[in-house]
């Protein structure tokens, strides 16, 4: 279920808290098998420490499309925030490309009461709407 309910004052505190985790390396990019997109990604641009951080530290609340609600069994209750931003990288060849990044943040507040962040990261592979910005 697709959620668009949000305030712009919600989102500027989500990105808060995502820029925060990331600053604090309290962030993860999801490698599991059926993440394939993501190491792809990473593989394809060469994505390395220092680009992760500032592809992440980048980011607005305006690239933000919509939330979904998290069907993994143990935190439904959590919702999946999807963001979109263009960004010029070089690929494996050394050519620049403009690019839509989708990203995906599950945020988690853990049992030692601090956020964490898993994130799904690749390249964008179908449009999307943003919720404060014109595309």
Do not use: P
Request: net charge negative; proline share 0%.
């Amino acid at each position: 279920m697709i959620l668009k309910d949000y305030t712009e004052e919600q989102i500027k505190n989500l990105v808060e808290i995502i820029k925060e985790c990331v600053r604090e390396n309290k962030y993860t990019i999801s490698l599991d098998e059926n993440k394939m997109e993501n190491l792809q990604f990473i593989e394809e641009y060469n994505i390395n420490e220092k680009k992760r951080i500032s592809i992440l530290c980048d980011l607005d609340y305006k690239d933000f499309c919509y939330g979904v609600q998290n069907m993994k069994n143990g935190i439904e209750q959590n919702d999946l925030y999807v963001f979109c931003r263009q960004k010029e990288l070089y690929n494996i060849e050394d050519k620049r490309e403009l690019i839509y990044i989708y990203m995906k943040f599950n945020v988690i507040w853990d049992e030692f009461q601090e956020y964490r962040v898993l994130v799904s990261l690749h390249k964008r592979n179908k449009a999307s709407s943003f919720l404060f910005k014109q595309d």
